[in-house]
């Protein structure tokens, strides 16, 4: 692989962005004694770390994909093990994993940045419909948000007049 030298940086970049696997599988095999945010904070953020992964898959078999195997007169025989990765990293199985985390996450919510708009945005990154409960916490939230917003001017005229 090292005769397509970009190919094989492109390997080496994807294989080093991919996540601690082993830890990554032991968050989502672990159930929590008791439900709490830290908890549905640490499962959620191991689904969009899940989903990463499986990208970074498709992103690696791409590469493998197009390495010239038959160039320069090889053997298949010595690339067997290769396209038996290639085949495994196209598995259907990780593209309806991925679907079915892109149907619970949304997107646009998980890649924000800054401290405290992260924390704004955090119960945003589960997509509409997929809980009641947590919409109807979405509409209520958003209510008194613009509530306090509203009134807010007046709270600051009286705290600032002598």
Not at 134 to 140: A, C, M, T, Y
């Given at each position: 692989m090292k005769r397509n030298g970009p190919i094989f940086a492109e390997v080496t970049d994807t294989l080093r962005s991919f996540p601690d696997l082993d830890k990554l599988l032991s968050q989502l095999c672990t159930y929590?004694?008791?439900?709490?945010?830290?908890?549905?904070?640490?499962e959620i953020d191991a689904l969009s770390t899940l989903r990463d992964a499986i990208r970074l898959c498709f992103k690696l078999a791409e590469s493998f994909q197009s390495i010239d195997l038959m160039g320069e007169g090889a053997d298949p025989a010595h690339y067997q093990l290769l396209l038996a990765i290639i085949k495994n990293l196209n598995e259907s199985t990780l593209h309806n994993m991925e679907?079915?985390?892109?149907?619970?996450?949304?997107?646009?919510?998980a890649s924000i940045s800054g401290k405290c708009v992260a924390k704004h945005q955090e119960c945003f990154i589960v997509r509409s419909g997929v809980d009641a409960v947590?919409?109807?916490?979405?509409?209520?939230y958003a209510s008194f948000t613009d509530k306090v917003y509203s009134v807010r001017?007046?709270?600051y005229f009286i705290i600032i007049r002598p």
């Open positions: 929590p004694k008791t439900i709490t945010v830290q908890s549905i904070r640490g679907r079915a985390i892109n149907q619970l996450l949304d997107d646009e919510k947590l919409d109807l916490s979405r509409e209520n001017p007046s709270f």
